[in-house]
């Protein structure tokens, strides 16, 4: 392999081309810089629903425990402060900052449209549900099709609650909203009424109005514009609050006719000619400020691992062709790490072994000595990418307006700690 990583920059202009590109891709992307304001303001400034023109003081919800937080004599915390620990064990800490924006604004939606109940859909361990539950004293039904998911997560909602009992009395401790746990898959052939219908068996009610709100912390693929529609269908939804991912998973009509359409969703897009490859919704889940940093860096030598994983693509595809564009283990490029060990380590979970010859081949040699010409493409291809999240993002956001439902896209986090970063909220019939 080539180890020389010395990069010569070129005093050679760019082509006007490439120069107009890159105006445009600043330009016509959603920003993804973090805003610090309050719910409403968000709502007031981006939502093109009815009844936006008025505004409202911020809505600040406090813990539920706030009332009868107690300080421990002996270590001198807060019981809020403890428990905000409690909920965010064994939790690494991009998801606990995910969970910490996220349960504090979907507490706002709920405070702001009067709802005391919310359904988190693929709720998976339920730190977010617990959160929402035990700091924000909601009610939570979390929806999780692996049920070894939701058995732990019961788990861990019994030890949330042994701990809690060390601080609150029995009668404070019933006054606690413990999270309903519902295993069931959530397809495009699941419908309002059959949500409804989980629902009401959950929590043992009848026919009466059952006011809710719908999250999705990340949902994969398809899940998020099902979510949408979802929502857009049940007269009981009143808000959503949701941040996709894995666009490359969305059902296009690139694939044939699919059962259900991910993207496009708004009439809007769906009357303009056009296609968005797997390849251009994979690169637009890809984080453009870690990135962009390390080329700032000159870190060129992490970068390889781009080289890596092309050429691991280029021998997957060769061997087992099934596998084209299989998910492979993420691993970050460390000192010393060759192409046969990424393979290895990549390639664990996908039950192939890599023939040795091809580790050591001539083809091989020759395509890792380019990793340059690799690091030169992808960047040029990740240039692209905040482009097409916002073709899609946009196109979820026209769904709901065409339906006359206020709705904005807020940059919620911090993109170098959580690349996908937008929120779309959507609320019906609000006013300020």
Known sequence: MCNDTVIVRSKRPWPLSLLTLRYLLVKLPLSRKQVAESFQAHLVSHCHGKNCHEHRTEIKVPSVLAPIAKVNETSGEH???????????????????????????TAQAAEHCDVKLIVDVGSGLGHLSRMLAYKYGLQVCCIEAQGNLL??????????????????????MKKLCRPVHINAVIDSQFTA??????????????????KFGIIGLHPCGDLAPILLKLFTDCPDAVFINVVGCCYMKISTNIEGTPKFM???????????????????????CHAIETYRDRLHAGDYENLKI?????????????????????????IKHYSGLNFRDYCEIATARLGVKIPSED???????????????????????????????????????LFLQELEIGSALIPLFDPKISPRNHILIALKHFKF
């Not at 409690?86 to 800490?93: A, G, M, Q, S």
């Not at 058995?151 to 404070?172: C, F, G, P, V, W």
């Open 359 to 397: 580790f050591f081949s001539e083809e091989t040699c020759l395509n890792l000595s380019e990793w340059k010409k690799v690091v030169t493409f992808y960047t040029l291809r990740l240039m692209l990418a905040p482009l097409v999240e916002t073709i899609i993002l946009l196109d979820r956001l």
């Open 262 to 284: 991910g993207y496009p969703l708004s009439t809007f897009v769906s009357k303009r000619p056009h296609m968005l490859s797997f390849e251009a919704r994979e690169i637009a």
């Open 79 to 105: 019981l809020i402060s403890k428990v905000d620990k409690v909920l965010t064990r064994h939790v690494k800490p991009k998801k606990q900052y995910e969970i910490n924006s996220m349960a504090k604004v």
């Open 306 to 330: 781009h080289c890596f994983r092309a050429l691991l693509e280029k021998i997957l595809v060769k061997h087992w062709p099934h596998l084209r564009h299989s998910v492979v283990k993420s």
């Open 193 to 210: 009424l059959s949500l409804m219908k989980e629902l009401r068996n959950a929590y043992g009610i009848g026919e009466n109005d059952l």
């Open 151 to 172: 058995e732990q997560a019961r788990i861990l909602d019994n030890d949330t609650e042994k701990y809690l009992s060390k601080y609150l009395s029995a009668e404070e």
